[in-house]
């Protein structure tokens, strides 16, 4: 059995634990598409937040006007404190637009929005609402580092579906890049990014003072700048990651609009503008085939373990998404994330009554 200890403290699941945790003094963030209303894993997720008793839940919805009142009835039903946040409401589009916060579309403003509800109490834990997997264990696990004097915890967890190797964004793409970039520079945010075993899990909690000190990623960068964030706000010392066990949830194609290579342009951007802000300067022009080198490796050792444990492995395909990848690694570019919410020009009231009118609109109109 593995108990090894990371640089951040690292609680693993030994006796499938559901420890005694502050539920009652936190707020679950769930971001939720149209898409996922009444599906297996969405219900699954809400059943099991009903036993689990959070003191609030609030969704981060996006859908289109005519699918809200059908999704918000369906929120409802559930024995939970539920504030559901349209986040495609006129009102509260133009709430953002009045001050410069709209911009581009992504689940990360969808989050931060719903983060600045959720800071409102004392705790806070995400987590998505497409995991088939999901336990009532998951809450009371990422809360409990937060009640012993944590300000950040994370969820870590096997992806291991169908006789497959999954997480392969996280396996191919950031774990290499940040062990080619600790190879080049000693810096305490490289050991913080190094440590956590899932980096790109969805799932975590934070206290509301850490969390009202969080830049968010407008798109797929939201869980690295999390952590780059997090760096800052907690630290080494005041950081946690919890075994979540095995996780199944959708899967993407690597190219696309919404595949893993577009993914890993944003990922990308938003890992190594953390590493800026810490004053490393990566060599832009190396880091590629530098990148591929360690990506080459950990290709080889994936096969290893794959066929130790008779599950099926494609290396060349791999290899392929290696050199995919590699073109995301890039300078950051422009900064597009949203405002700390200790900074922010809006008050989460004003976002909450502009997304209440949004709903009352868009349930008279498509009743």
């Known amino acids: 059995m593995e108990y ?22 936190a707020a679950v963030v769930v971001p939720m598409t149209e898409r996922e209303h009444a599906s297996l894993a969405a219900e699954r997720v809400l059943t099991a937040l009903e036993d689990v008793a959070p003191a609030r839940v609030v969704i981060a919805l996006r859908a289109e006007a005519e699918r809200v009142p059908a999704v918000r009835a369906w929120l409802d039903s559930f024995d939970l404190d539920v504030e559901t946040l349209w986040c495609d409401g006129p009102r ?3 709430l953002l637009a009045d001050e410069g916060l709209n911009g581009r579309r992504g689940k990360g403003r969808d989050v931060w929005l719903a983060l600045g509800r959720a800071a409102e109490s004392e705790y806070v834990a995400v987590h998505d609402a497409d ?4 336990s009532r ?18 969820g870590y967890y096997a992806r291991v579906e169908n006789r497959r190797l999954y997480g392969r964004l996280f396996r191919l793409f950031y774990a290499p890049l940040v062990r080619t970039l600790q190879d080049a ?17 969805g799932e975590f909690a934070a206290t509301s003072e850490v969390v009202r000190s969080l830049h968010v990623q407008r798109g797929w960068g939201l869980e ?3 952590l780059g964030d997090a760096f800052h706000a907690a630290g080494l010392d005041g950081s946690a990651q919890v075994d979540l066990g095995l996780h199944e949830h959708d899967h993407r194609a690597v190219s696309g609009p919404a595949g893993l290579s577009t993914m890993a342009d944003e990922v990308g951007a938003a890992l190594l503008r953390a590493v800026e802000e810490d004053g490393i300067d990566p ?14 490796d950990l290709v080889d050792a994936y096969a ?18 290696v050199d995919s990848y590699a073109d995301s690694i890039t300078p950051p570019g422009a900064d597009e994330r949203l405002p700390l919410w200790n900074e922010a020009p809006i008050t989460t009231d004003a976002v909450r009554e502009a997304a209440l009118a949004d709903l009352a609109a868009a349930e008279e109109e498509h009743a």
């Open 4 to 25: 090894v200890q990371e640089r951040v403290t690292t609680l693993h699941d030994f006796t499938d634990p559901v420890p005694d945790a502050p539920v009652d003094e």
């Open 92 to 94: 509260l589009n133009e």
């Open 131 to 134: 995991a088939s997997t999901y």
């Open 137 to 154: 264990a998951h809450v009371p696990r990422l809360l409990f580092p937060l009640a012993h004097g944590f300000g950040f915890s994370k």
């Open 185 to 201: 520079h000693d810096a305490a945010v490289l050991d913080y990014l190094g440590a956590f075993r899932y980096a790109l899990a």
């Open 224 to 226: 690295v700048g999390t």
């Open 283 to 296: 060599d832009y022009g190396t880091l590629p085939d530098r990148y591929r080198d360690a990506a080459a």
């Open 304 to 321: 290893m373990d794959a066929a130790f444990n008779g599950l099926e492995y494609d290396p060349a395909n791999e290899r392929e998404q």
